[in-house]
């Protein structure tokens, strides 16, 4: 980290090559759009390094990476939240092998229940289940109080429980195909 702070340019690749992985992952999760997640991949990589300077060495390389990474794709999200039209940008879903046994049990897509919540909500959701941050992390990277947080975090779990228990109530079934 000292040899990039310094500008060294091969420390600078070898690091953005051992980072890349979780960088990616985290902005894909965030994204859940190839194209943006590729740009915020970037974005975050070019923080990462400019922020070497600032590694103090008190934990693990990657959870200091992990943290720069999502505050750098959360303010790309609060950026791009609304197209230059001032129209909310479309809501993109989930690619199909995102999958998993939980998911596939679910009456519906998990991104039906997902583009139910709004912009904040679905944030800190996937902050706090995908991600695996903590509230106070999540409030941090949204620049929110802890109290908005879990509230998001809660209201955003009640609609989806209850979109959840609605559609097996009344036999809610996944469209075959598609």
Known sequence: MRRVAKGDRQAAQRLAVRLLPTVKSIAVRMTRNPSDAQDATQEALVELLRSAPNYRGDGALEGWARRIALRSVARGLRRRATAPSGEPIAYEPVAAEASTFVTDRLPRPLDD????LTDTQRTAMLLRCSMGCTIPEIAELTNSPVPTVKSRVNRALEIIRG????????????????
């Open 163 to 178: 979109s959840i228990q609605r559609d097996i109530r009344f036999g809610a079934r996944k469209e075959v195909g598609g």
């Open 113 to 116: 229940y997902l583009s139910a």
